[in-house]
């Protein structure tokens, strides 16, 4: 495909630029988590129970008595402060003292020098357990008489979001069509390739402990190990380790990790390392919430909505983590991009005993996307018009309300250039009226194949090469920027220029793999004209910069890009003022930053080099340091009716999916994506180009093959030979396009660009199979038993596989 | 028991238990940690070493087995500080999120272009089918992998 061309005044922004991470990648320097060797370091092994649900009688270790491998065993009785955290309820134990709610819980910690021996070892502990019943149906989890997963909070209801707007009832009296469908999407592992590491270091001086890991929020991981050690937060020092993926998944369960490495570094005075083997990764951490989506909506004859009633249920697992978090998003976005008069929207998360559902890639919206997505293909064949035309008809405009009441204003409005751009470069309605006229028809089969149910009978035969149908899907999206009325949005960037011309960069968001650093150091090269090769990005560390939040919601480039363009201003503001007086001029305004120089505009021949410029600053005594600080505007929203402005801007995105699918064996393959993104201004190309690659490539994974699938609670894909995520064979090619919205927030306009890529792509090739085959799926993961049998095909048992 | 190997094409000889892993051997013995551990199991790819110029997952080999063999690491790739054109090519395509994957990535690759001049990107993708990435979406490497091939066609 020929690369896009972004047409721009910028030197560095938008163009091709090297990672500043990249070389110590490439040739294997970068040092992760487990790469970290101290000196006498020890290691953690964890002690669970078999138990999804267990009230915890004894715990007897007595076999491990002087036990020569065995340094200490650490367990709740050596935490001084917090004994439980979490960032919204204080509800997830560091380690289980009386009660077990999942199988993933810890109740000990084996320390000592070989892994190997303690992990054997951890088959002596005795735990005797009075086992409770076992809630794994989150729809039973507010009936009466349900078991309470944590007792003291008497309800099994995380959170309850309602939205009110105008009258549902009236609405659907007034409108021609009704349809009323439900939804259901699957529980899913973030599977970054590297699990979870961290050695805990005791701190010399007035440092209590240095924390190094594999950790995607490090101010997070900071505020926690602090509350659980009962220390102050600058006694605490986090480093982020180079990380190897995240997508949301190394926050809660590394700030506990982090936690009880340090109790026991701090306990023995030795570094301790703990090292989760893949196993322990998937049955430990947190994952996507499974959702259930019940939509009813009413429309007139002409496909006009009229009236939605959305009742949402996600299962929040044995911990809250960012589960009311997670779901504000969804009661933000459960209606799409469309007007829509009268709207009555309930989530509600819920706790259950299985694994816990926190942040991931995505966070809430993929599951509402897949429900509605599909929901306004059904409308368009209700009242004959075709999947573009639906959208056009009800898409938001500049001004539209949303279903909270936000009117859309301040920002450039792109759904409809997104979705035309999108139907254009798919050629997707000659497309789409092609194979609808194929579609599900199977030709050539016997029979007795041609049933409602695609399942062969026993006797037939079939050649599948006769079923290959093709199909187009599309769907639509808008996505709140940042963290919205969910939390402080703010964001702290660190600059200094050195005395030689080179610059020091840091900010106090994360880099988690998807380019940040690159980002930052474009924005900072472009203010100052010099090459971002001359940029140094600092190792991440909570005692260099300030807190700025959480890396999440895609908000580093809007927020962290903000406050880099503003460090960069104020030093370039103080370099412009010492230039007007050296070449005395009226005004610095026609002075330009570019290629290494400072020239004045209007008369070329004078120039600077920035190194000389930068010297001749330090000799008269300026200051070439700054934090720069960018806050997002004010931002609010009523609980109780779910009116407000929930974020002060918006992306927006139209992704079309082609698809091939084998009607005889429910085989399907992913041909081509395109992916029409307005995240404002793009800043690092390589980098946005590898978000939609990525973001759709884990997208389509969600819609056809990944699937946690837990039997009373207990997870069955523990390793990536069951859990299966797409490799280099499953999507044939990927078509990035961007559409540069005006925006006034971030650096130029810089949005959000890494969730909006993934949100998308389950509904969009879920449309498309639909028109392959003939037949809607309403349930993730829409693999061979969904489109054979239309059902999932649960475990009987966990011995099944190979690795459990 | 001792075995004798090349290793990044220097002559080792180590002293070691039967039953470390290949994988171990590398990251704990010679500290070569570039080589990644993702799932134990072979199903992942970052442990990704070139044994006797074929790719094997080196958390599936026992280090005995390597006695004679001749093994090429990550760190093995850069001569005399100059980057081998498939870590060039990833740089310059964006092929590098978290990284994680990107050693093993360019073993396999490695391993591909000794045994094919010219693979066609249907060869590429096999070649690195055991290899997973989370955050690529694996086109960006399959460019590099593709322009690493024509220019080291180029240059031999
Ligand atoms: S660690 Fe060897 S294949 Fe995953
Ligand atoms: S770059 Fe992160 S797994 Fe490949």
Redesign the interface.
């Known amino acids: 495909m020929k690369k896009q061309q972004l047409h721009n005044n910028f030197n560095v922004v938008g163009k091709?630029a090297?990672?500043q991470?990249?070389?110590s990648?490439?040739?294997?320097?970068?040092?992760?988590a487990?790469?970290y060797?101290f000196d006498g370091e020890l290691y953690g092994v964890m002690i669970r129970t078999k138990a999804s649900h267990a009230l915890i009688k004894k715990i007897d270790y007595s076999e491990l008595n002087e036990n020569r491998f065995i340094k200490a065993i650490i367990t709740a009785d050596d935490i001084p402060g917090s004994k439980k955290v979490g960032p919204i309820k204080q509800d997830q134990p560091i380690f289980c003292a009386d009660k077990i709610v999942t199988p993933g819980d810890v109740v000990a910690m084996l320390v000592g020098e070989d892994v190997k021996e303690l992990r054997k070892l951890t088959e002596l502990v005795k735990i005797d357990l009075e086992e409770l019943p076992v809630l794994d149906d989150p729809q039973k989890a507010l009936e009466n008489d349900s078991i309470l997963i944590h007792p003291d909070f008497k309800t099994n209801l995380i959170t309850h979001y309602p939205l009110r707007k105008g009258n549902v009832e009236k609405g659907f009296k007034q409108c021609d069509e009704i349809i009323e469908q439900t939804y259901t999407t699957q529980l899913i592992e973030?599977?970054?390739?590297?699990?979870e590491c961290v050695t805990a270091i005791p701190g010399e001086g007035n440092l209590k402990v240095k924390i190094i890991g594999s950790i995607q929020n490090p101010f997070t991981t900071r505020k926690v190990v602090a509350s659980v050690l009962g220390y102050g937060l600058n006694e605490v020092e986090i480093i982020q380790a180079?990380?190897?993926?995240?997508?949301g998944g190394k926050d809660d369960t590394m700030n506990i990790l982090s936690a009880r490495a340090a109790i026991a570094a701090l306990k023995l005075n030795r570094p301790v390392k703990i090292k989760y083997?893949?196993e322990e990764s998937i049955i430990e951490s947190y994952k996507r919430h499974p959702y259930i989506l019940k939509y009813k909506v009413g429309f007139n004859k002409d496909g006009k909505l009229k009236a939605m009633k959305i009742d949402l249920l996600a299962d929040g697992g044995a911990y809250s983590s960012m589960s009311s978090f997670v779901t504000w998003r969804s009661v933000v976005q459960a209606t799409g991009p469309y007007e829509i008069k009268n709207v009555h929207t309930d989530v509600r998360v819920v706790y259950t005993n299985n694994p816990y559902t926190g942040a991931m890639r995505g966070f809430g919206s993929p599951q509402p996307i897949f429900a509605i997505e599909s929901l306004m293909d059904e409308i368009a064949v209700k009242v004959s018009k075709t999947p573009f035309e639906i959208r056009k008809l009800n898409g938001f405009k500049q001004g539209s309300l949303t279903a909270s009441g936000q009117k859309l204003t301040g920002h450039e409005v792109t759904l409809h250039k997104v979705l035309k751009k999108a139907v254009e470069v798919s050629s997707f309605d000659s497309k789409w009226n092609d194979y609808k006229k194929a579609s599900g028809k199977k030709e050539g089969a016997k029979q007795s194949y041609i049933n409602d149910s695609l399942i062969l009978n026993k006797n037939d035969f079939i050649n599948p090469d006769q079923f290959w149908r093709k199909g187009i899907g599309l769907a639509l999206s808008y996505r709140g920027c940042s963290l919205g009325a969910e939390g402080i949005d703010a964001a702290a960037s660190y600059v200094s220029i050195q005395p030689d011309g080179t610059v020091y960069l840091l900010s106090g968001l994360a880099e988690?793999?998807?380019?940040m650093k690159t980002t930052f150091s474009i924005i900072a090269a472009e203010i100052f004209g010099i090459s971002p090769d001359k940029i140094v990005y600092l190792e991440q560390n909570t005692s260099r910069i300030p807190d700025s939040g959480p890396t999440v919601a895609s908000r580093a480039t809007l927020m962290g890009g903000g406050a880099t363009k503003n460090a960069c201003e104020e030093l370039k503001k103080r370099l412009i003022k010492l230039l007007v007086t050296i070449w005395k001029l009226k005004s610095g305004k026609d002075l330009v930053f570019v290629n290494n120089e400072i020239i004045l505009r209007s008369k070329k021949s004078k120039r600077i080099e920035f190194g000389e410029l930068i010297k001749q600053a330090y000799q008269q005594g300026i200051n070439l340091a700054t934090v720069g600080w960018y806050a997002g505007p004010k931002v609010h929203w009523e609980e109780e009716t779910g009116h407000g402005s929930a974020y002060f801007t918006y992306v927006y995105g139209c992704q079309v999916a082609e698809v091939t699918v084998n009607i005889g064996t429910g085989e399907v393959y992913v041909n081509n994506i395109w992916a029409v993104h307005d995240a404002g201004k793009v800043i690092n190309i390589?980098?946005a180009?590898?978000q939609?690659?990525?973001?759709?490539?884990?997208g389509a994974g969600y819609a056809l093959w990944e699937k946690i699938s837990t039997h009373n609670g207990k997870i069955r894909e523990n390793?990536?030979?069951q859990f299966l995520?797409?490799?280099?064979?499953d999507?044939d090619a990927?078509h990035p396009y961007f559409i540069e919205g005006k925006e006034k927030y971030g650096a130029w306009g810089g949005k959000s660009l890494g969730e909006p890529t993934l949100e998308l792509t389950a509904a969009a090739i879920a449309n498309a199979i639909c028109i392959a085959t003939g037949q809607r799926f309403y349930n993730l993961p829409i693999n061979i038993e969904e489109m054979l049998l239309r059902r999932k095909l649960y475990p009987e048992s966990l011995t099944r596989g190979?690795?459990s | 028991m001792k075995i004798n190997f090349t290793l990044n094409s220097q002559n080792v000889s180590i002293e070691i238990e039967p039953n470390l892993r290949l994988l171990d051997l590398l990251r704990d013995r010679f500290?070569?940690?570039?080589?990644?551990?993702?799932?134990?199991?072979g199903?992942?790819g970052?442990c990704t070493v070139i044994m006797n110029s074929k790719a094997v997952n080196s958390c599936l080999i026992l280090a005995g087995q390597c006695n004679g063999a001749e093994i090429i690491?990550?760190?093995g790739?850069?001569s005399d500080g100059k980057?081998h054109p498939l870590?060039e090519n990833?740089?310059?395509?964006?092929a590098?999120?978290?990284?994680?994957?990107?050693?093993g990535m360019?073993m396999s690759a490695y391993a591909l272009l000794i045994e094919k001049k010219n693979p066609t990107d249907e060869e590429?993708?096999?070649a690195?089918?055991?290899?997973?990435?989370?955050?690529?979406?694996?086109?960006?490497?399959?460019d590099a992998v593709s322009q690493s091939a024509k220019e080291i066609k180029i240059n031999t």
């Open positions: 091709p090297i990672r991470d990249g070389y990648k490439v040739t294997g320097k970068a040092k992760y487990d790469d060797r973030h599977a970054y390739i590297e699990p180079e990380l190897g993926g995240s997508f083997e893949r988690n793999g998807q380019g390589l980098g180009e590898g939609v690659y990525g973001g759709l490539t884990q390793n990536f030979d995520i797409p490799t280099s064979k999507i990927i190979s690795t | 500290n070569l940690t570039g080589t990644k551990e993702g799932c134990s199991i199903e992942c970052a690491t990550i760190e790739m850069e980057l870590q990833f740089l310059k395509s964006g590098i999120q978290c990284g994680f994957c990107t050693p360019i590429i993708k096999e690195i089918a055991g290899n997973l990435c989370r955050c690529t979406g694996y086109k960006q490497i399959i």
